[in-house]
């Protein structure tokens, strides 16, 4: 059998890679004179497991995160995002624009 690795968490991957001189880029927009963030709202599921929750974003298959409370899991994930996102960028691959939503749906049970 192999050796198990414990998970490691996105912030200790942001981290890592900060202390190893990579930076954050965000997306820009240029106007005119002024460029600004376009900001971009995805969809995000999170489910509450026995010990953890975890989330996932439809639109960004295999963006995943997963923490010890809802607050957590809500943080790691838009880190997971944000790190996803540079990397399509970086491997020249096209952001996919948020395209998923959420719709509460009220039954008997």
Known sequence: MGRYNPPVKVREVLNLLKKDGWKQVRRLEASGSEVREIPMKYAVVIEKGPNSYGAYVPDLPGCVAAGNSRAEVVQ??????????????ESGEPVPPPSSSIELVEVAA
């Open 76 to 89: 790691l994930i838009q880190e997971a995002i944000e790190l996803h996102i540079e990397g399509l960028r």
